[in-house]
């Protein structure tokens, strides 16, 4: 099962079914000191691969249904496929050339629906779509949610998933020798500020 911390460009898609007369919404800007990490490991070691020049443009909505003791979150963010830097640069370019880059130049994370978890106090539990070079996939995933004053809060969490189930092969560099494993995490930290209303 899943962790939460992430980070990506969200485009409000609204998920939940609320009106006005029944449901309290607040929306919160995803700024720019978000950030997402996909991480994994070769046969001869790890590689990060960080997220760079996020511009901060996207939404998450909170959500209070009428009755309901606590929120749920959704929302949609988008990153660029060559936004990444793996700190290495023949890595990093056979990493934008695995995702594809030039053909589907984003990736999306989009939470479907985000809700309180029992098991732990900051916590939410629910359901991400991931959409990495034009396919996509549902995945189950727990995050945490911290407040940082009135007007700020702080989203984290990170789920695995395979390259495979994108249909990609894992990126190779010196003419095969390192070979990147099928496995890997996605980590994300969401920094949001409340919208003006």
Known sequence: ?????????INFNPILSCSAETCKETQWLVIGKSW?????????????????NYEGEDTM?????????????????????TGFDCHNSMMTRD???????????????????LKKSSSHENGLFGKVEITLAGKSNVYT???IVKEEGENHKHLEGSRTFLFSDFGLQPPQK???????RDEV???FHLKLKKCNT
């Open 1 to 9: 099962m899943a962790f939460c911390l992430l980070v990506v460009v």
């Open 61 to 81: 909505m909170e959500n209070y249904p009428q009755g309901a003791e606590n929120p749920s979150f959704s929302g949609e963010i988008f990153m660029k496929a």
């Open 185 to 187: 995490s996605v980590d």
């Open 36 to 52: 997402v990490e996909i991480s994994g490991t070769t046969n001869i070691n790890q590689f990060h691969c960080l997220s760079v």
């Open 95 to 113: 990493f934008a050339k695995t995702l594809k880059a030039n053909k589907f130049p984003e990736i999306s994370i989009r939470f479907i629906e």
């Open 174 to 180: 010196l003419f095969g020798t390192i070979k990147v």
């Open 141 to 143: 995933v727990s995050c």
